[in-house]
């Protein structure tokens, strides 16, 4: 096995033990079809997570989409995400001059590939959900025959919170709810309205 | 007869009646709806199928001695914990405490235990975790429901470690007349008090009407509660022989730590109906989360402890 084949199984092993994950698939399977998986985001583990969860299989398919500008800025991390997370790294910056985020992730799903998407476009700090990026819609306008599949990742924001070094042995849980269906005639607005309330669907009530 | 025979014998005994129990459920099964899925009787075969591990598990860590026995439960307590705390809402401020918690807290707890300093033992968590847990918290500059997540934090501490803790602590306790028995009270509260949890659960599916509390637990019924304490104090009262207690000691004993034991699983219900969820967790096939198994040894097992250390240390 390739090195960067077998650090992604051991990373993967790793956040499996620390987390206990336990992917609960509520609305849909884990089945082979090209997806945008979309979850909020409190981590710099949760695609991680996410890859984790899915059949290996299918792991090696899905691909999270990172920013540039954290990932590409190390070599250590720059290895880690193109070789053994295999993502998509887009610039996030809105007066970048290189490839366009949307095009990079709409040839992925043209590859048959599916993405891992933080819509919230940020590690959030705070509960619940921060407002959607656009890029989401962008991507569902351009492939419409990807599924959309909203994410809820539980507790990972408190296993190993921004600034930490060491985790919190906590346990997760992954829900995957039903794939978005499409709607004729949609605006922007509305759109990522929907999206966010679906993913916050799948939230564990807030006390 | 020495300590070891009477582990041989009382363990043959409970695996001659899981043996039972698993042909039973096997009948049951045959009986009632072969082939076809049936939620009741499968989730009894996968209870069963889990005291198994369960079972073999405790009795591995017994052969293995103190070390063993104290390895396990630190093991259990982690688990717990954990699902304590992954249930409880904690903020990012409180990630320092939690480190403590789980890093610092609980492997000093069962060392104390392995170097027999009972003094320590029985008030590190109570006073200094108490103290130094929330001012690691305040440093966190977060004043967000500050009280309740302190609370929620030595909460946990208190039912996951320091109250699971008085089980292997029981071998660090000096009886006149019963040197190098102790395992065998290890053996006689685990038994009696899961006996207790089996029985309510057995009792409340035959004969169960009445519920206890709708609102806390669906699932707990007086017909279960009164014949599961009432079965299981005969099983404690059955075991004298293998304790330092008469036999009407040891049916008293067992009493206190039924009705105790069934208060821990209830205690811990209201806290996941408030938290809108069924199990802990997910580990053990049948029974939910680590916690969901042993909630009753953490209620029973302090005040076990304490009545064999006033009336029988001398």
Known sequence: MPLDRLLGSLLCGFARLLTGVRALWLGCEPAPRTRVYFANHRSHGDFVLIWASLPPALRHRTRPVAGADYWLTTPLRRFL???????????????????NPVEQMGAALAAGESLILFPEGTRNMGDGLLP?????????????????????????GRVMPKGSLIPVPLLCTLSFGPPLAPVEGESRDAFLTRAR????????PAD | MNASSDLFTVFAGIFGLLAVFSLIGAGLKWRISPGAPHAVIDNLNARIKAWWAMIALIGAAIWL??????????FISFQCLREFISLTHTRIGDHRALLWSFFVFLPAQYILIGIDWYGLFSILIPVYAFLLLPISASLGADTTRFLERAAKVQWGLMIC?????????????????????????????VLTVQSSDVFQYVWGKLIGKRKVSPAISPSKTVEGLVGGVLTSTAVGAALWWITPFTALEAALIALVINVMG???GFVLSAIKRD????????MIEGHGGMLDRVDSISFSAPIFFHIVRYWWVA
């Open chain 2, 275 to 282: 938290r809108g969820v069924k199990d802990w967790g997910s």
């Open chain 2, 161 to 189: 470690v320091y109250c699971l803790s008085h089980v292997p602590a029981l071998l660090t306790l000096d009886i006149d007349g019963y040197a190098g028995r102790n395992m065998l009270l290890i053996v006689f509260l």
């Open chain 2, 65 to 74: 001695g103190k070390g063993g026995v104290i390895a396990l439960f630190a």
């Open chain 2, 262 to 264: 069934f208060f821990g």
């Open chain 1, 197 to 204: 309330a679906a993913l916050l669907d799948l939230a564990p």
């Open chain 1, 81 to 99: 995400i193109e070789r053994v997370f295999n993502g998509v790294c887009i610039d996030r910056r809105p007066e970048r001059h290189g490839p």
């Open chain 1, 132 to 156: 959607f990026k656009s890029g989401l819609h962008h991507l569902a306008r351009a492939h419409p025959e990807a599924e959309l599949v909203p994410v809820w990742i539980e507790n990972l």
